[in-house]
């Protein structure tokens, strides 16, 4: 992954033939996210951001025999407004039916209903239609506010792995929201910041964190839901923060990004309000973060300098001379608006730049 993606010639062409994968979709792609099915390797969805109400999701999926990523007409759906997230159920195992999580002035909640899905039992649906046909069915709109027209948009959600019942969202409104999917019930919803919420990440059953346009990372605990924990600060006033990573393999550490800056922080939560180490080799504002799921010491950073850097973090919290360098480094056609790290298989890297998909072996 250290090569750029229009460089090619001869020999080692053929070698990073097997090592990136491109699609490209007929629209600007922005949110995107890899399934976590083991009987669906190489699935993702990528959905589209155009200026208008009617948007697309697409399903797509490596033919690992040929090297092309098709999307398939079948599983293609049309969507209101941008999706600003996308992202599979967290069953690596297939005990549950397969389902897609949409955000953008709800939350949605899709059916996947695919052939050869495995543990799919049933499969009769409101529109009565048995097995055997591909298709996407929306199975819920989850809105919070009823009483009125007007909606906060959902800026983003994270589904809880531990408990895949439950959806945590972050809205322009301020609030954090928790939903019971099956039961299609708010859990329990929280004013979270002074400002808009851009991010939320869980970790474990009940405990998440969020950030603001007001600067700071916030963790609850649904076990004491009047206090929350400031873990950090933005150091200029007005500056938002705008995504959010916590580790999954070391809890104690979370990655943020601050609105239109080239540098991300990285924090210890032990230590609040002082980054353990900020890594600044963008050139330009960074869009996107992802830990690796299967390392606790590795992180994923994308931006608008059309780099994809890969970084080690095992020396965190040592003074390292001129600050850190990440150990890979990738060029994409174009600024990189978003990056997912494969949960299922941890040696694939999807990014999204203007209308192409491009999946990395890293």
Not at 179 to 205: F, S
Request: charged share 25%; proline share 5%; with cysteine.
């Amino acid at each position: 992954m250290g090569a750029n993606s229009d460089h090619n010639n001869g020999s080692d062409e053929q070698q990073r033939r097997s090592e990136i994968y491109t699609y490209e979709a007929p629209w600007h792609i922005y949110a995107m996210n890899w399934s976590v099915r083991r009987d669906k390797n190489y699935r993702l969805a990528i959905a589209s951001l155009l200026e208008q109400y009617p948007n697309r999701v697409e399903i797509v999926q490596l033919d690992d025999s040929n090297g092309e990523i098709r999307s398939d007409p079948m599983l293609s759906f049309e969507h209101p407004y941008p999706p600003t997230k996308v992202s599979f159920i967290p069953d690596k195992e297939c005990q549950k039916p397969d389902l897609l999580a949409t955000s953008s002035d709800f939350l949605r909640i899709w059916r996947i209903f695919d052939d050869d899905e495995c543990g799919d039992d049933e499969v009769v649906t409101n529109g009565g239609i048995g097995s055997g046909s591909r298709r996407v069915e929306m199975k819920s709109v989850l809105n919070n506010n009823r009483n009125s027209e007007f909606c906060g948009p959902v800026t983003s959600f994270d589904w809880n792995e531990t408990e895949p019942k439950r959806i945590g969202t972050s809205s322009i409104d301020t609030t954090c929201t928790i939903w019971d999917i099956e039961r299609e019930t708010v859990d329990t919803q929280l004013i979270a910041h002074d400002k808009e919420v851009y991010d939320i990440a869980w970790c474990g059953v009940g405990v998440f964190a969020s950030v603001s346009a007001d600067g700071s990372v916030r963790v609850f605990d649904l076990r004491d839901k009047e206090h929350s924990t400031i873990i950090y600060e933005s150091s200029e006033p007005d500056t938002p923060l705008v995504r959010l990573g916590w580790n999954k393999q070391d809890p104690r550490y979370m990655a943020t990004i601050i609105m239109d800056s080239a540098k991300v922080v990285v924090l210890d939560i032990r230590f609040p309000t002082q980054p353990v180490v900020e890594l600044q080799r963008h050139q330009a504002s960074v869009n996107a973060i992802a830990w690796a799921p299967h390392s606790s010491c590795h992180i994923c950073t994308a931006g608008d300098d059309s780099q994809a850097l890969i970084w080690d973090l095992s020396s965190m919290g040592q003074p390292v001379e001129g600050g850190l360098d990440p150990i890979l480094a990738y060029t994409a056609g174009a600024e990189i608006e978003q990056l997912q790290w494969s949960s299922s298989q941890s040696d694939w890297v999807a990014i999204a730049f203007a209308s192409k998909l491009q999946i990395l072996r890293v």
